[in-house]
């Protein structure tokens, strides 16, 4: 697929990474906010927006899951992808030279055991793009940032130390946005529906709509709930389950979710990454 991919954050972000990886023939498009990359679709100035949802340390992406019902987009693809960290320095400098170390404080966080044991002090930026724009621009070699491979290539630093993160596990999860749904069976490993739901005001409604995935043999990877405009009694719940809604016992469990429900809205089907698993 040829076109446009909207992203957040700077060019060289990991959302950037993303982009890269996963779609490497599309233009990446840099945008300040979520919202705006999730515009940008919509306006059509970009085909897919690529948004993180998850992270296999820090959890779910805080606000993406109340932006994707009210979006008006669709998801048609899944991306697993590796966070790898280096320490990237001005042209020319050493890992010895280097006294602090510029990132984000999540990914400071992610790197401790490598700044204890070089004696770097960890400086908390406002995005890992950003830090090493910064590293570049001011070109002290005692300076470094913590960021992708990609953002290195952007502002021209040396990769001092390669893949310095303190677990080998660190992977994001990202979702692929389009204006359209694709609801064809495509992969080969499986379709993937997700979807958000709000259950009636009636006793062990939860425990009854679940029901339905538990009788038919449907796999639900993931449910979370979060309330919905800051009200305690409305809670909204965002699930993943395997299979197509066309296939028989996906579509009884739909069916039976959509009895005690208030609200039921597919956000998307697409095929699951080979990652997944």
Do not use: W
């Not at 893949?163 to 692929?176: A, K, P």
């Amino acid at each position: 697929m040829t076109g446009r991919i909207a992203f957040q954050g700077e060019p060289g972000a990991y959302s950037h990474q993303a982009c890269h990886d996963a779609r490497p023939e599309m233009e990446a498009v840099a945008c300040p906010t979520f919202e705006e990359a999730i515009e940008t679709v919509r306006r059509g100035d970009a085909e897919l927006a690529m948004l993180p949802v998850e992270n296999t340390t820090y959890g779910r992406v805080a606000d993406i899951h109340h932006l994707l019902p009210a979006s008006g987009l669709h998801i048609v693809d899944e991306a697993f992808v590796r966070v790898h960290i280096n320490l990237l320095g001005v042209p020319g400098a050493t890992t010895d030279q280097v006294k602090r170390a510029l990132s984000h404080t999540v990914l400071l966080g992610q790197c401790r055991d490598f700044l204890r044991a070089h004696g770097i002090a960890p400086v908390t930026a406002a995005d890992t793009a950003g830090a090493a724009r910064r590293v570049a621009e001011e070109g002290d070699p005692s300076q470094a940032a913590l960021a992708s491979d990609l953002a290195g290539e952007i502002y021209g630093l040396d990769v001092l130390a390669r893949h310095i993160e303190d677990h080998s596990h660190n992977t994001t999860r990202f979702l692929l946005m389009a204006r359209e749904p694709d609801y064809t069976r495509r992969g080969a490993h499986g379709m993937i529906t997700s979807f958000v739901f709000q259950v009636r005001n009636i006793p062990a409604a939860l425990y009854k709509a679940m029901g339905g995935f538990a009788t038919n043999s449907v796999n639900m990877t993931k449910l979370e709930s979060y309330m919905v405009n800051g009200s305690f009694t409305a809670t909204q719940f965002y699930a993943d389950i395997e299979g197509h809604p066309d296939d028989r016992n996906v579509r009884l469990a739909l069916e039976e979710l959509d009895y005690f429900t208030d609200y039921l809205k597919i956000l998307g089907v697409y095929p699951a990454d080979p990652r997944r698993r």
